[in-house]
């Protein structure tokens, strides 16, 4: 079956650093991919997706590109804000029939510090 | 647009008991999901609705977990008897996609239940 897989945490890093978060999949087909954030006290976010091979997705400054050769989805960030910290969710959504799902990763918990 | 959303927010009970979450999707959106989300794990699909019908139940513990969806819009989760695991936080979520894998999906702020 699909599955994700994430760097453990907690991530701690000081304000500006660099960021990656790497994250690898299992999937029997051609699945989306995505990054789903989630703020203490909040719902889960979708913070970026990409749909197809050499794809890549970008917002708030985070950026991760669909790599279907090493299976691979990591996220990156060029310079990280406090207010970053959250707990990041890798993704996978494959249609089979009429029904699509997402599959999770175990989360992986940024801390930015000043 | 107003986003997902589900009561209570936080729920505490006694294991043997019974307990119901209620959501209601974004308007329009046909698909609506129930996820499972136990501390320190992502969040695991327990049932999909498309419209009024399931299209994929397969994670649902059914001896104890149902869940309908009247008139295509609002939802409901029961879970009859809960258990000590069953302690978690119950995301609900939406998405217009009609099951499509590229289509974004829409979560609410989740209902928080301890049982004891």
């Known amino acids: 079956g699909n599955s994700v897989t994430q760097m453990e945490g907690p991530v701690t890093l000081s304000e500006e650093a660099f960021l990656t978060i790497n994250c690898t999949y299992t999937a029997t087909g051609y699945p989306s991919l995505f990054w789903y954030v989630q703020y203490p006290g909040e719902g889960l976010q979708l913070l970026l997706k990409a749909t197809k091979a050499d794809d890549k997705g970008s917002n708030k400054g985070f950026e991760a590109t669909y790599r279907k050769e090493t299976t691979s989805f990591h996220l990156e960030k060029g310079s990280v804000q406090v207010s970053d910290s959250a707990v990041y969710f890798c993704a996978l959504s494959e249609r089979t029939g009429t029904a699509s799902k997402l599959t999770f990763g175990t989360g992986t918990r940024l801390q930015v510090t000043l | 647009e107003a986003g997902v959303a589900q009561s209570p927010r936080y729920k505490i009970i006694e294991k043997r008991q019974s307990v119901a979450f209620w959501c209601n999707p974004i308007s329009g959106h046909a698909t609506l999901y129930w996820y499972q989300q136990i501390l320190g794990q992502g969040p695991k699909l327990l049932i999909q609705?498309?419209?009024?019908?399931?299209?994929?139940d397969s994670q649902l513990p059914k001896d104890r977990f149902s869940a309908e969806r009247l008139k295509g819009v609002d939802s409901t989760l029961k879970i009859q008897p809960a258990k000590l695991e069953d302690s978690a936080v119950y995301l609900c979520?939406?998405?217009?996609?009609?099951?499509?894998?590229?289509?974004?999906?829409?979560f609410g702020p989740g209902t928080r239940l301890t049982v004891t």
């Open positions: 609705f498309q419209n009024n019908g399931v299209v994929d």
């Open positions: 979520a939406s998405s217009s996609g009609g099951g499509l894998a590229s289509y974004e999906q829409y």
